[in-house]
């Protein structure tokens, strides 16, 4: 008892240290600014409980102390007055005739550690800064069209794009200079270069800020002469340049670096459900396999990190974002729905259970990131002494991978691998034990943002999860941050979609109204709660109406330069997204306002996946979906009016022997039988050019309105069972669908649709 009160006096002692400490102004610090830095003094006294202030090192205070941002805050005891992104600051910088330096990183970067570590917490750096300077840092995730402009701009210089970026701007957003890392004395050297060229020759800078500024292509406009390219055509040309642009020995696209490429993976499997294809399965396995095997996924607490930084995808760069674990599980889970391997499941269903106990936080959402450093060291919270596993190794089917840190002077570490295929109860504990090891470390750093758009991605995938695994509490989970993000995000007065929680920053990114939108719609497919389909409905209008650039990113001078894309980055376009949504409330409701498709973005879309085909792979799914309709397991027809969901009834080998097609129509709706009793009527019959035993649901007979003989129909909840012929379950069938929806005083056009098992 002893013990422990003086543990919680050390800790009050600690507390009262931090709220009293006397925090030094940047130098440099304008005489104007000095009476702002009281305010932030007292800001910083509010700030006991705050953890990520508390442990950010140094002894100065600027303004990011008042700020939401986890990232922002780590720099809130620099020496560097930096200042967040607002269009004041830019004003400012006109008005005083100064340039601005721009740093661009996000809370759980190693690199954004590295450089604030030896750059930013150096007095001589920001007396360079705050001499000649306006300091601007921005956190990525919550200006994400800012990034993606100047993400695109270092591409273009450097020929690849990392965080942190290091930019020096002219009052109007342009870059006179771009980089990402750079080392301590480089920097001074940089910033005390360009100040003196800015006050001896600015229109030199400036026509090289120009210059810069060019090489970005101009973003997306209306019309255009794209119409004559023929979709089909498209989609099978480009699916051709995807195959050559991927790694057959380990998957993924060529290069040393490996990304996930959750949108291309998607598509793969889009295209699998759509024709057999053995060359593209074979490649997309070696990557899901390659994937779920190897560093870049954690194998002991689940999850996968960001990206790996091997082609093999064995060491991983160590930090854990949620839009990866959304994704990630989704693509799993189709994997696992059209290759039928139980690995496949095992991961998707691992990774979303980390994510919730990880990430997720009841009545608030899921938080953005975890860290890739842990006390100072890059992956430290991951690796491992050989000594500290010397029991787990012992264990059949646990291995590791060999870490060299890049300082080259720590010792070797080793990451712990185990592939799912050897599970088994003397594994998991092994594991488990490593994770209790590991958490016995301390608290890896986490960012406790709860961005709007990646929770729309985490509904998403676990209301698709919950139907598919027949997990209530994953839906439990999704139905309430849906709930809770619709009531503490959205404006229903203004139509205005909140990106963040900190609402006075009045940042909206049209992303978060995509993801949302399509979450919501996601839930609607699983509940069929009306609720949830009005509510993406209304995110839907409302980004209709706010879609133009200043209102969607708020306090930014940029213009049409950071305008939404229809290039994907590490998530897909939301305009594409956003035309995805359009395309799923078509088909589920009979809104007459969704009947006007935009011929423009149709034609836009198609030009640029025609010229750039690896940037706009959301393009051709959503290209595939509106000429072909959608492959999913849960299918729409009749403007919603009926519905089927694909179920495998029977495996064999990763392989489906018998598929169940379920079928929901609304009250007043229905089908015609198997065997219509008019010979003039269309039958409901399986096509396909294998031998099938195909089980019809007993029809019923019925008279209506329009006409007086009976009819024999399929109505309300009924199956179709198909079952390939013995000796004949892995092979790959293609069966087409025939389907005209009437009732009582109309028939629709017939639909087909075409389904692959």
């Known amino acids: 008892m002893k013990l422990a009160g003086l543990f919680i006096f050390v800790i009050c002692i600690s507390f009262q240290v931090n709220a009293d400490a006397v925090f030094k102004r940047p130098p440099s610090l304008p005489e104007r600014e000095k ?4 305010q932030w003094n007292k800001a910083a006294k509010r700030k006991n409980e705050d953890k990520v202030f508390s442990k950010a090192e140094g002894k100065y205070l600027n303004a990011l102390v008042n700020s939401s941002s986890p990232y922002l805050r780590q720099h809130a005891k620099n020496p560097v007055n930096w200042k967040p992104w607002r269009s004041k600051y830019l004003e400012q910088a006109k008005a005083e005739n100064k340039l601005i330096f721009l740093s661009i990183g996000y809370s759980t970067c190693h690199w954004c550690h590295t450089m604030a570590k030896e750059s930013f917490s150096d007095a001589e750096v920001a007396k360079a800064v705050n001499s000649s300077y306006i300091a601007i840092k921005i956190d990525r995730e919550e200006l994400p069209q800012i990034d993606r402009y100047y993400a695109s701009l270092l591409e273009a210089v450097k020929g690849s794009a990392g965080w942190p970026i290091t930019a020096i701007i002219n009052s109007e957003g342009l870059p ?3 980089d990402s890392y750079l080392p301590k004395d480089k920097l001074i050297n940089l910033l005390t270069r360009v100040d003196t060229t800015w006050k001896n020759n600015p229109e030199f800078l400036l026509a090289t800020a120009r210059t810069i500024s060019e090489l970005v292509a101009p973003p997306e406009t209306e019309g255009g002469n794209h119409a004559d390219i023929d979709t089909a055509e498209l989609l099978n040309s480009s699916k051709n340049k995807i195959l050559t642009a991927l790694d057959s020995e380990f998957g993924g696209l ?5 990304f996930p490429q959750e949108t291309l993976l998607l598509y793969l499997l889009d295209e699998l459900r759509r024709s057999a294809a053995p060359d593209l399965e074979k490649l997309l396995l070696v990557q899901l396999n390659n994937m779920m095997n190897g560093g870049i996924r954690d194998h002991v607490d ?3 990190h960001r990206y790996s930084t091997d082609k093999e995808w064995i060491v991983p760069h160590y930090e854990k974002m949620l839009y990866n674990q959304a994704l990630m599980a989704q693509v799993y889970l189709e994997a696992w729905q059209v290759l039928y391997d139980e690995d496949y499941q095992f991961i998707a269903t691992e990774t979303l259970d980390f994510a919730i106990e990880h990430l997720y936080q009841a009545g608030e959402g899921f938080y953005s990131a975890l860290d890739a450093d842990f006390k100072g060291e890059e992956g430290g919270f991951y690796l491992w002494a050989e000594a500290d596993i010397e029991d787990a190794l012992e264990v059949e089917g646990i291995s590791y991978y060999s870490f060299k840190p890049a300082d080259n002077k720590s010792n070797r570490k080793m990451g712990v691998l185990s592939k799912p295929e050897y599970r088994s109860p003397e594994i998991s504990k ?5 994770s209790q090891k590991r958490h016995a470390r301390g608290d890896l750093h986490r960012d406790d943002k709860v961005i709007t758009s990646w929770n729309g991605l985490m509904i998403h995938s ?6 598919e695994l027949n997990r209530e509490d994953y839906l439990k989970i999704a139905q309430s941050v849906g709930d809770a993000l619709w009531v503490s995000r959205f404006d229903t007065k203004t139509g205005k979609l909140f990106r963040t929680s900190d609402t006075s920053q009045e940042l909206f990114s049209l992303e978060d109204y995509a993801y949302l939108s399509r979450g919501y719609v996601g839930l609607y497919d699983v509940t069929q709660n009306p609720k949830w389909l009005d509510r993406a409905k209304t995110i839907y209008y409302s980004a209709k109406a706010y879609s133009s650039p200043p209102q969607l990113t708020k306090a930014t001078e940029l213009g049409p330069s950071a305008s939404p894309s229809l290039a994907d980055g590490e998530l897909m376009s939301p305009i594409v997204i956003l035309q995805e949504v359009e395309l799923a409330l078509k088909n589920r409701t009979l809104d007459p306002k969704l009947f006007k498709p935009s011929v423009s973005i149709l034609n836009q879309i198609k030009s640029r996946a025609s010229e750039s085909t690896i940037g706009h792979i959301s393009s051709l799914t959503h290209l595939n979906n509106g000429l072909h309709g959608s492959s999913g397991n849960v299918r729409y027809f009749a403007n919603g009016m009926g519905r089927f969901s694909i179920v ?7 392989a489906c022997a018998s598929l169940a097609l379920e079928f929901t129509l ?12 008019q010979d003039y009527l269309k039958p409901t019959i399986v096509e396909s050019s294998s031998v099938l035993t195909v089980e019809y649901p007993e029809p019923i007979t019925q008279t209506l309105g329009f006409q007086r003989e009976p009819l024999s129909l399929f109505a309300g909840e009924f199956s179709i069972v198909i079952t390939k012929k013995p000796n004949e379950e892995t092979h790959k069938t293609k069966v087409n669908l025939p389907l005209q929806a009437c009732n009582d005083e109309i028939c629709l056009l017939p639909e087909k649709s075409v389904v692959i098992f």
């Open 430 to 434: 092994a594991l488990n034990k490593l």
């Open 648 to 654: 495998c009834a029977k495996k064999i080998d990763n």
């Open 666 to 677: 609304n009250d007043g709706w229905h089908i015609n039988s198997n065997t219509p009793l």
């Open 302 to 304: 689940g999850g996968f």
């Open 462 to 467: 676990l209301a698709m999860a919950s139907r």
């Open 35 to 38: 009476t702002q830095f009281d």
């Open 254 to 258: 060529k290069g040393e670096v490996k």
């Open 176 to 178: 006179i200079y771009i």
